[in-house]
């Protein structure tokens, strides 16, 4: 929705993960995909940041480091 107002692909992925992580002080823990971060991650078919539409291609899910769908 963010996307269909003007927003960037990119800038509203980062404004549903990393600024969320930092509006809500829990930047340390989730938010980014970096060593020793809690991460429960989805893998697509494309790029997202170029195509928002990507996300509804999932590949793979990842939830405490188990593939749940591959």
């Keep these: 929705m963010m996307v269909d107002y003007g927003m960037s692909a990119g ?3 980062r404004a ?3 600024v969320n992580a930092d509006l ?6 989730v ?3 970096q060593a020793g971060l ?6 697509v078919a494309g ?12 590949r793979l ?3 405490n480091g188990v593939v749940y769908r591959q």
Excluded at 24 to 29: N, P, Q, R, Y
């Design 38 to 43: 809690l991460a429960d991650i989805i893998a």
């Design 11 to 13: 800038d509203a992925l």
């Design 24 to 29: 809500f002080h829990i930047a340390d823990k």
């Design 61 to 63: 899910v990842m939830k």
């Design 47 to 58: 790029n997202p940041q170029n195509d928002i539409s990507t996300l509804r291609n999932v």
């Design 31 to 33: 938010g980014r995909i």
């Design 16 to 18: 549903a993960t990393a």
